[in-house]
């Protein structure tokens, strides 16, 4: 019986983490990826959409932040402060990639969802779409530290996605922002988990 309850609540922590994840724009699938870059809603409203295609309501101003990137260009390491929006809406989605501690080795478990993120860049609708691979981290580890594992470890998804998709690397865009753009706050291991992921953003 207990064995039963632990197995139970174990299931439910599980699913409440799922839930939670996709709640910020992660995704697994190669027509999740596409509908997330395409800024797809997945489970639009179908009322609230029609009632917003026949009003005019203008939208409120985009709240945004300066955030210090480390970005590479031309093989040359690139320190920039640029203005971000605080919330990411549209033509995105986060990936749950896994890699080795204090590296930017990526854990084999995270090839099926990288491999679903290559059928979908090749798909008619994105394959002409420059990408961004944002990485990001949680607060463990000094800042500068964060920015680079951060860049490193969304140019190992680049090489993934060049070495075994085909993708051309012009595509491709990589950009570290360390620590800072949390989803949510940095207080418990299960939210430094939701922000230890990679962020693709497609261009307009």
Known sequence: ????ILLSAGCLLLFAGICSA??????????GISKGLLGIETNPSSDKAGWESLTDKPKPPEKTKDVKVLKREKGMEVWETIRVPQKRTGGFVNLQIQFDVNSYRIRP???????????????????????????????DGKDKYNLRLSLNRAFSVKKYLIDHHAI????????GYGENMPLKPNTTAGNKQLNRRVEIVASE
Not at 1 to 4: D, E, G, Q, S, T
Not at 168 to 175: A, N, T
Request: hydrophobic fraction near 30%; charged fraction near 30%.
């Open 109 to 139: 478990d995270s090839f099926p969802i990288l491999d679903e993120l290559g059928k979908a860049l090749v798909s008619p609708e994105l394959k002409h779409r420059t990408l961004y691979i944002n990485g990001h981290t949680d607060s």
């Open 22 to 31: 996709g709640d910020y724009g992660f995704e697994t699938t190669s027509e």
């Open 168 to 175: 051309s690397p012009d595509r491709l865009k990589i950009m």
């Open 1 to 4: 019986m207990n064995r039963f």
